[in-house]
């Protein structure tokens, strides 16, 4: 008997390098994500020439190194690695970002030759400096891999040494690189590694305090030759702001923003306990336009790097200060949940000398804490800082206090020069139109009197044009002319009410945030006089005792009602969850409209029969808030109906599935529309076209109940068909079937 | 029996302090009101951590009343108390809600609850109480020593043991082990149904509806989960108990919803539907789209998985609804 074993070909190297790293960026991105993960603070990344002029890739980091054991053991041996055991880096305990055992291949990918240059501790596990330390030093001749030769056949030369006191750390050496490497590949490379580089320190519980990361990027060849990513990254923002404590102990800031330029200011107040202090941020946004540099920033990496690593620390004499930066020490996102506009003493009156501002008002653009990234540093002159015992934060001081006022009347400060710039941009291009029509007429206008004008001014001019025609054309023009101007001045007039009561719904909005804060404190208090209540029931004989019972029954109903409500309210809030589209079923959402009308249901006996929705119908990819909008404004118009027509008052909900849509018919035995009205409800203001609707409903309706339905906006049906228009779908009145007066036809995919 | 459990409630609202007596008296534990509007927090913090460590800490996550330069939220007073008593349950109460507070504060406190429900959490509030109460004097020095404490069914050691985070497995000493411990247990074995079922789960891997549960809840009695952090408002079950006590009381051969259908008093009434199709036999509980917290019995094939929950070894896949085609 004999046997037989497998061999490897050394092509596999090369069609694995290929297959598993698609390009060089990739590959580049992969290797300082392998420094990242050995613990490395700091990584130079060097396209350069060696003597004989050829391009050369170099990689240097202080991470932890490897052992001539390690090399020999993992990243000699195909198809392992020593990540797979751990998902955290062994020393700050950093989340592993690497994809795992690639980093051989990323090598061949860049170049036909590598120099692996490596010092590392016995066991891998510590960085810095180090007693004994093993240096090891490997050549990788790529090419002699040639397809055909046994990859084990292939020695590639390798020596250790012991050194003292040594540094930690890996080179790379990468020649005979094959690519060409374009400026778009760079850029693209930028913003990859700027992810890694928005690490500016961040302490994990059993690791030692992680000091964050750089990436020092040497590209001669290309534009802007020697880059520090991470300063690259906070001048790529909407704004770079620098501040700093003078002599005097005021506050000199600066910024050099988008559409602002640069700016200075110096605070009139004092900061007497602060000195030798000195603060630099980016101001990030997540918007392509407010964006100095994309080539370093998008969305798509921004939206990793905020969350993760936004906010403004602090460093004290050079050492990162926790956890000011995690939390929000200087109560930016606070001050914008408490809807805090109004800036204080002298930066309100700066804004007010803002053109354009309204300066009580310019607050409004504050960002979240995580949008403005940077440091403030404490230097060694600093006074009145004094670490807390468990190192986390300062003990509280003047100097403390002062300083937390320094750094936000510098973001205020640019936070009103951002309210002023995003002025600006919105006037701008209405501000060009009017000025270019200024021109044409030379005369001053006010800007709601535009569309007047020019309609006035075409109407002149084309009086004048018109004389030289014969008389015949002349009127015929002169008529249908009339007819257009009419069209576009009702129009305009009517776009300005809509507006007009826009602006008032937008500020009920704020209200409504308010009061749903006022109702849950009162909510506490209903749950606390219930439970004293309940307290006091026990002490009482058994009959009294279950009519407090009953009492404190209708305060647990009053409670649950009120908490169903709130929670239709905080779909206008904040919350993250809520503000992604996603499923919602129909059925549960329409019995929780129900809900929200009951009182007047009751009232009125009106019966709403949702029995004809199928559980299974779900609108896909639409917001919670979207379908309570068009579920409130179509049954609150069904019921004002029914009460106005006064006969047997039902409202039927029925949904099927037809061709991939769902269908929603909503029938009602209300007033009923004329078929000539179909189209022109869904037009804002004419909720109410045959002037029927109000008129009778005054005479059936209790006065207090007006309030709860609304004397109608008249932009109810116009949002509901703007929402379902969004979503691909269509929204029309139909003649309804027997028995029923109105009938709407929804559908949505 | 053994001596009260005790309860200090630290406050910047003096009003609360009614609350306080009346949740003192519904849980029958001494409890301790610190008015931290009229005195100085400080000064009450220090106060405290002089004294004995108490078995639940009650605390307000906003203290804008307080005149301290240092704690302006109860999630920075529980991490100073947690320096002194790293096994002290801190618990926050507050008009708030959970979702408005930063995810670093939030896992500062072991639970928060709005105050306005207050009277909803009695027990969870003597059952971490206890649990941590076990947990000190008991201290785990072993993965055993926690398994024992859930009073885990032997033949689940091993898959429990697989799960288990590695905060769980090593360092015993660890001053955060008991706050992982609770973690752990309360937000993914009793949260998750995988291990343990609750009602809906358990009825539905029967065969019947939830509200029929309790026709059969006896049988299976001592499938009941009554380890670390059992909350008797919430009752929990072992499913795999569940499983064998089926088999035991019913010798038919079948799927669990088949069987669980010849339990005695049992009708045909009591069977459960698929909420989506009205099939019979659902074998899956699902909730029904992103937004809605409610939960039903569904068929496998009329679900999809959830979005937003992530997929755990060895628990059920939380599913929902699938749109009509």
């Known amino acids: ?749 | 029996m053994s001596k009260k459990l005790k309860f200090i409630w630290i406050d910047d609202n003096p009003k609360r302090k009614g609350e306080s007596v009346n949740l003192k008296n519904r849980l029958g534990v001494s409890l301790e009101f610190k008015d931290v509007k009229n005195n100085d927090l400080t000064e009450t913090l220090k106060d405290i951590i002089r004294n004995s460590e108490p078995d639940m800490i009650i605390i307000d996550h906003k203290l804008e009343e307080v005149e301290s330069g240092v704690f302006k939220t109860g999630s920075s007073v529980a991490a100073f108390i947690r320096e002194k008593w790293p096994g002290c349950p801190i618990v926050c109460v507050s008009a708030i809600d959970k979702k408005d507070v930063d995810s670093p504060q939030r896992i500062l406190y072991e639970e928060m609850f709005p105050f306005s429900k207050i009277s909803e959490f009695n027990t969870v509030l003597l059952s971490i109480a206890k649990s941590f109460g076990k947990l000190k004097n008991d201290r785990p020095q072993r993965i055993e020593d926690i398994l024992k404490l859930l009073k885990a069914p032997k033949d689940q050691y091993e898959k429990l043991t697989a799960i288990m985070p590695k905060e769980l497995k090593e360092n015993y000493d660890d001053t955060g082990l008991l706050t992982e411990i609770s973690h752990w247990v309360r937000k993914i074995l009793i949260e998750r149904p995988g291990f343990l079922y609750d009602k809906l789960w358990a009825a539905t891997l029967l065969g019947i509806k939830e509200s029929s549960f309790e026709k059969v809840e006896n049988v299976f009695k001592t499938a009941k989960y009554n380890g670390l952090f059992v909350d008797s408002s919430n009752d929990r079950w072992w499913k795999n108990k569940l499983l064998a006590i089926l088999s035991a009381n019913v010798s038919e051969r079948g799927l669990p919803w088949e069987k669980g259908r010849k339990l005695p008093k049992i009708t045909k009434s009591d069977f459960s539907k698929c909420y989506s199709s009205k099939e019979d036999y659902p074998e899956t509980v699902a909730y029904i789209d992103e937004t809605s917290p409610k939960r039903v019995a569904m068929k496998l094939n009329y679900t999809v998985p959830h979005p937003r929950f992530e997929d755990l070894l060895f628990f059920e896949e939380i599913r929902m609804m699938k749109p009509a085609e």
Request: charge should be neutral; aromatic fraction near 8%; include cysteine.
């Open chain 1, 1 to 749: 008997m004999q046997y037989l074993t497998f061999t490897v070909d050394s092509a596999l190297l090369r069609e694995l390098g290929e297959k598993l790293v698609e390009t060089v960026h990739l590959a580049l991105v992969e290797l300082v994500k392998n420094c990242y993960d050995a613990d490395a603070t700091e990584v130079q990344i060097l396209f350069d020439t060696d003597n004989n002029g050829k391009s050369e890739i170099k990689i240097i980091d202080n991470g932890t190194g490897m052992s001539f054991q390690a090399i020999k053991d993992y990243w000699m041996r195909i198809a392992t690695t020593n990540k797979i055991d751990r998902d955290v880096s062994s020393v700050f305990g950093r989340p592993l970002t690497g994809a795992k055992g690639i980093g051989r291949f990323c090598c061949r990918r860049l170049g036909g030759h590598l120099t692996l240059i490596t010092s590392g501790t016995k066991n891998g596990r510590a960085v810095g400096k180090q007693r004994d330390v093993e240096k090891t030093e490997v050549e990788f001749p790529w090419t002699a891999f040639e397809p055909g030769k046994d990859v084990t056949s292939i020695k590639c030369k390798g020596e250790k040494k012991f050194i003292e006191n040594a540094h930690t750390g890996t080179i790379l050496i990468i020649k005979d690189i094959e690519e060409e490497w374009s400026t778009r590949g760079l850029n693209w490379l930028k913003r990859q590694l700027a992810v890694l580089a928005a690490n500016r320190g961040k302490k994990r519980e059993g690791y030692k305090d992680d000091p964050g990361f750089s990436v020092r990027l040497t590209a001669p060849d290309f534009e802007g030759g020697v880059r520090d990513l991470r300063e690259d990254f906070i001048n790529a923002g909407w704004a770079t702001v620098k501040a700093y404590i003078n002599n005097k102990h005021h506050a000199v800031c600066e910024i050099n923003a988008l559409g602002i330029g640069r700016k200075t200011i110096t605070s009139q107040s004092a900061y007497p306990a602060l000195k030798d202090i000195s603060l630099k941020l980016g101001i990030i946004v997540e918007d392509r336009d407010q964006m100095r540099d994309t080539s370093v920033l998008s969305l798509g990496t921004l939206q990793q790097i905020l969350p993760e690593w936004g906010g403004v620390q602090v460093k004290y004499r050079g050492f990162r200060v926790f956890p000011y930066g995690d939390d929000d020490w200087l109560e930016i996102n606070h001050d914008r949940g408490l809807r805090k506009t109004t800036p204080k003493d002298e930066l309100l009156m700066f804004a007010e000398s803002l053109r354009g501002v309204d300066a009580s008002r310019s607050l409004l653009n504050m960002l979240s804490m995580r949008s403005y990234v940077g440091n403030v540093e404490i230097g060694d002159d600093a006074e009145g800082f004094e670490m807390k015992l468990n190192r986390e934060g300062f003990i509280a001081s003047e100097s403390v206090s002062q300083l937390k006022d320094f750094v936000r009347f510098a973001i205020d400060w640019s936070t009103i020069l951002r309210d002023y710039y995003i002025r600006q941009q919105s006037q701008y291009d209405s501000l060009v139109a009017k000025n270019e029509f200024e021109g044409v007429i030379s005369e001053k206008l006010e800007v709601g009197r535009v569309v007047e004008a020019a309609v006035d001014y075409l109407e002149r001019e084309v009086k004048t044009i018109s004389k030289s025609l014969p008389v015949e054309e002349r009127k015929a023009i002169e008529s249908t002319f009339l007819k257009a101007t009419d069209a576009i001045r009702k129009h305009n007039l009517s776009n300005r009410l809509e507006l007009a009561h826009l602006r008032v719904v937008a500020s009920t909005s704020t209200l409504l945030l308010i009061f749903s804060h006022e109702v849950k404190s009162l909510l506490g208090v209903l749950e606390q006089s219930k439970n004293s209540l309940l307290d006091i029931a026990n002490t009482l004989s058994l009959k009294q005792k279950k009519t407090v019972e009953e009492i404190t029954d209708s305060f647990s109903d009053l409670k649950e009602r009120l908490h169903e409500l709130l929670e239709l309210t905080s779909l206008v809030g904040t919350d993250q969850r809520k503000a992604k589209p996603g499923q919602v079923a129909l059925k549960d959402k329409v019995i929780k409209v129900e809900k929200v009308f009951e009182l007047i249901i009751n009232k009125y006996e009106i019966r709403i029969d949702a029995d004809g929705i199928p559980n299974n119908i779900v609108i896909k990819n639409i917001l919670e808030a979207e379908l309570y909008s068009i579920l409130l404004n179509i049954i609150s118009n069904a019921i004002k109906s029914v009460i106005a027509a006064g006969k047997n008052r039902i409202i039927q909900i029925s949904a099927s599935r037809v061709d991939g849509y769902n269908m929603i018919n909503i029938r009602d035995t209300g007033l009923g529309l004329e078929p000539s009205r179909f189209d022109e409800v869904f037009i804002p203001f004419i909720s109410d076209p045959e002037g029927k609707l109000y008129q009778s409903l005054e005479k059936r309706l209790n006065p207090e109940d007006k309030l709860i339905i609304g004397s109608g906006s008249g932009l109810g049906l116009g949002i509901v068909k703007e929402i379902i228009d969004a979503h691909n779908g269509s929204v029309r009145f139909i003649k309804p079937k027997t028995g029923w007066s109105t009938e709407i036809e929804i559908k949505l995919p």
